[in-house]
């Protein structure tokens, strides 16, 4: 039988993120009151997100809840783990505040699972090690979230080399406009083109022509720095966005 998993958020959010902004996004992926989700999100207190399920699952839970900012842990099941296995209680919300604390507890205590409705967004989602890429793109992902997900807070404790498999993409550097499309990336293509544009015609209007050249470079380089994280996004996240 395979280990299971309880996907455990540890109370804390990740460095530089920002709770009001979390509320929201947990709000909205689990489709819950924002006053539930404020309770559970900031309540300061371990919560359990998911119980029971198989590694690959776990991993997708952590890696959703982790890039909105929520510090989670995997822990094993105590019915399948090995009995040297530290098995620590749950709290499950405190139910002494009000009627908002009171939904949380149901939600976590009761047999009713309420977070089946995003099941697209997470359970139904490959792992990295069921992405349909290549073997060099797969490291390069466990790298990323060896670095604390899309905004890197982790990036300093990964060595140089590390840190240069997830900054640099040469190929992107030189042929972007290509290369991002192909990628499944246009819509932060077609911002760096227009944005790109914008500014070479303002610095043209400024009469730094000769600064024109430096801008497409400048532009380049930003894509280079980007396009490894936003294939991050793009596969193993599923999102949708521009810049």
Request: contains cysteine.
């Amino acid at each position: 039988m395979s280990t299971l998993f309880d996907v455990i958020y540890s109370g804390q959010l990740l460095p530089n993120a920002k709770g009001d902004d979390v509320v929201q996004q947990f709000a909205l992926l689990f489709k819950i009151p924002q006053e539930t989700a404020h309770n559970i999100v900031l309540g300061n207190q371990e919560f359990v997100i998911k119980r029971k399920v198989d590694s690959a699952v776990a991993q997708r839970y952590k890696e959703k809840l982790s890039h909105i900012g929520m510090l989670i842990h995997l822990r094993e099941d105590s019915s399948t783990g090995s009995s040297d296995t530290k098995v620590v209680p749950m709290l499950y919300g405190p139910v002494e505040k009000g009627e908002a604390d009171q939904i949380a507890y149901q939600h976590y205590a009761s047999s009713h699972n309420p977070y089946q409705s995003p099941k697209s967004d997470l359970s139904s989602r490959p792992g990295i090690d069921e992405l349909d890429v290549s073997e060099k793109w797969k490291n390069k992902f466990r790298l990323i979230e060896a670095a604390g997900g899309p905004s890197l807070p982790y990036l300093k404790e990964l060595t140089f080399g590390e840190r240069m498999q997830i900054m640099g993409n040469i190929l992107s550097y030189i042929f972007w406009p290509i290369y991002l499309p192909i990628k499944g990336l246009w819509r932060p293509a077609l911002c760096y083109f227009v944005l790109g544009v914008a500014l070479g015609i303002l610095i043209d209007m400024a009469g730094f022509e000769r600064a024109s050249r430096a801008i497409g470079y400048g532009i380049s380089a930003l894509v280079m720095f980007r396009t490894n994280v936003n294939y991050y996004r793009h596969k193993v996240l599923g999102e949708k966005f521009w810049f």
